[in-house]
């Protein structure tokens, strides 16, 4: 394309699909390097290009096993830095611990606020991540982040799905700004759903504020983890007389019992990013389609690498 060897693009091992459609994107190779494990399990990386004053990218979600593919963030960034990478930034499509970002109880952490703070002191000098799911975790970061959002892909698609008698709604308060997003800029109602949280996978849709009866129902949220809250919002909706219900949600964390309720709910598309992989078994729910963000971060990549603006990406939706 454009781009000579100044620019490389290491891939973690959460998600090497998507790193190396974004290589394709950006026409590069993939940056070489080889991730083991030493007996005792302890994970060790060794890049094999030479990275010395160069601008790198490493690509990870920190989707499951969690725990395990932030370490693995955090080995290779610093691996990079004592490589002597001229600047590192951390592509994290997906940031687990994003929902543990306050103390809404005593006694509890803020481990999005920790995981910031162990990125960056790893050596990453800026960030790239996709729907943080609280825009202000922006700021749980002392470096530069870029906050691309999943809803330039996701509107792009039901943009030319166009979608009739169209109703945006939010199954949640929190979720209300992008919501309102996607009704201004598709040209539809909006309605919200008020839900009741049990337990970290129990929910309760309690009431809508606004119109479904008859209308097509466009669903958009940020997360997708056990479905609880798409899928009892889809079944009020429905109860109140929606007709085709759409999803839109940039993250398929899909844990536990959410390909179950996928299944049974009253959802006629579910379309997500690739942002996780999808499991072989959520591979089989026809229903489930999947959208790449991998030409929103290769561009995204490409403007930090050469000094342009990211924000002007946006600019279409
Ligand atoms: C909540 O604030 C988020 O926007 C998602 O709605 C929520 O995290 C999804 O979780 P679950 O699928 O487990 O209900």
Aim: hydrophobic residues 40%; proline residues 3%.
């Amino acid at each position: 394309m454009f781009l000579n060897d100044d620019l490389k693009i290491f891939s973690g091992s959460s998600n090497p699909a998507l790193a190396n459609a974004v290589c394709k994107y950006l026409d590069i190779p993939l940056g070489r390097a080889e991730i083991d494990r030493f007996p005792d399990g302890e994970k060790v990386i060794r890049v094999e290009d030479d990275v010395r004053g160069r601008d790198c990218f490493v690509v990870q979600s920190t989707c499951r096993p969690v725990d395990e593919h932030l370490v693995e963030l955090l080995i290779y960034l610093d691996c990079l830095r004592r490589a002597s990478a001229k600047r590192i930034t951390a592509v994290i499509p997906y940031f687990g611990y994003a929902r543990q970002d306050r103390k809404d109880e005593g006694r509890v952490p803020i481990t999005a606020k920790l995981v910031a703070n162990v990125i960056t002191t790893s050596g990453a000098d800026r960030v790239i991540a996709i729907d943080l799911h609280a825009h202000q975790l922006q700021g749980f970061f002392d470096i530069p982040l870029d906050h691309l959002m999943g809803e330039l892909v996701l509107g792009r698609y039901f943009r030319d799905k166009k979608i009739s008698k169209l109703t945006v709604v939010s199954p949640d308060v929190g979720n209300m700004k992008i919501a309102s997003r996607y009704a201004s800029h598709l040209g539809g109602e909006l309605a919200i759903v008020h839900k009741r949280r049990m337990s970290g996978s129990e929910v309760q849709a309690r009431e809508i504020i606004g119109e479904v009866k008859g209308r097509n129902i466009l669903m958009c949220d940020d997360i997708i983890a056990t479905a609880g809250t798409l899928c009892s919002a889809a079944e009020l909706v429905k109860k109140r007389g929606a007709e085709k219900i759409y999803v839109g949600a940039t993250h398929g964390v899909l844990a536990g019992p959410a390909l179950e309720r996928l299944k049974l709910a009253p959802l006629d598309e579910i379309i997500i990013t690739d942002t996780i992989p999808l499991t072989e078994e959520a591979k089989k729910l026809n229903s489930i389609k999947v959208l790449s963000v991998s030409a929103m971060l290769g561009e995204a990549i490409k403007r930090i690498h050469k000094d342009e603006s990211v924000s002007s990406l946006f600019n279409d939706f």
